[in-house]
């Protein structure tokens, strides 16, 4: 029932700029972290950028100064703003969160369906 649903994804060009959300839906009563991970071709998922319920944000080295993390609690959604995109930054991008149902006492660790960004000239 809970999910999170990711959107934004595409192919850009180098240097363009994307911007990714992911909303989380269902029966939820408290989001703690939420973040981004991706995964390129023949690499392990690497965490790209998190944010805390006090939005306190971390970002990777590769991505920082050129992607904003930020989060809209009332419609529980989290946004990654990427500029100046590079070759490099192709992957599939993961939505993450770490939240607590309704009627549940323990946080879990919660994944999206993944998008595809495809940084190309």
């Known amino acids: 029932q809970v999910q999170l649903v990711e959107s934004g994804g595409e192919l850009v060009q180098p240097g363009g700029s994307l911007r990714l959300s992911c909303a989380a839906s269902?029966?939820?009563?408290?989001?703690?972290?939420m973040g981004w991970y991706r995964q390129a071709p023949g690499k392990q998922r690497e965490l790209v950028a998190i944010i805390s319920s006090m939005d306190s944000t971390n970002y990777s080295d590769s991505v920082k100064g050129r992607f904003t993390i930020s989060r809209d609690n009332a419609k529980k959604t989290v946004f990654l703003q990427m500029n100046s995109l590079k070759p490099e930054d192709t992957a599939v991008y993961y939505c993450y969160a770490v939240l607590r149902r309704v009627g549940n006492s323990v946080y879990e660790n919660v994944w999206g369906q993944g998008t595809q960004v495809t940084v190309s000239s």
């Open positions: 269902g029966s939820i009563s408290s989001i703690n972290v």
